[in-house]
Structure formats: structure tokens, C-alpha cells
């Protein structure tokens, strides 16, 4: 997915993983029985958030990390049809690591 978005300072986008639309037992859930995920793809990330000095600090995550972060956090953004989430960089607790 190509986003043709920017995020400014510490911000960053990312496509939410969709809830289980099945149980474990595979009956079909209705949807306000899904759970919500807190699993996520990020798609772009800022620059870093500018300390008081200046400077930029790095950010931690990259396009391309599978994140996780709280339950109902972030704002829900509709992009090109694509259902997408922004938050600051420091309410995600953490990233996948994948070796």
C-alpha cells in the first residue's frame, strides 16, 4: 500500500490488524462480539519529535513494523478507503521482533 500521507513529528500511521470474525471453534462471531486488535502494521512514521534544543530524536518504529498498543487508542483515519489509525509514537507499548 502506497500512503500518500506524511506524519508530522512523533506521529505514526499504521493499518490495524481486522478482528477474528471467527471463534476458535469456528463459529462466526457478529461483529460486536469481535474483539478489538492491538496488533498493527505500520505504513509511515514522522520525522521524530524536536526537543526544546532543536534536535530530533529517532524514532523507534519504521514503515513496515508490526506494532502493538492499547486497546482504543489512537484516531481512526479513512484514507483512500483504507481504514488506517494515527498516534504518537509513545503510546505504542511494542514491535515485533522477527528473525
Known amino acids: 500500500m502506497a500512503i500518500k500521507l506524511q506524519p508530522l513529528g512523533d506521529m505514526v500511521i499504521f493499518k490495524p490488524k481486522k478482528a477474528e470474525e471467527k471463534s476458535k471453534g469456528g463459529l462466526i462471531l457478529p461483529e460486536d462480539a469481535q474483539e478489538k486488535p492491538q496488533e498493527g502494521k505500520v505504513v509511515a512514521v514522522g520525522p521524530g519529535r524536536l526537543t526544546e534544543s532543536g534536535k530530533r530524536e529517532p524514532m523507534e ?3 513496515g513494523d ?3 498498543y492499547p486497546k ?3 484516531n481512526e483515519l479513512k484514507i483512500d478507503g483504507e481504514e488506517l489509525v494515527i498516534m504518537p509514537e509513545r503510546n505504542i507499548w ?4 522477527t528473525k
Not at 94 to 97: G, R
Open 61 to 63: 518504529v519504521k514503515v
Open 72 to 74: 482504543f487508542s489512537g
Open 66 to 68: 508490526t506494532i502493538i
Open 94 to 97: 511494542a514491535k515485533k521482533i
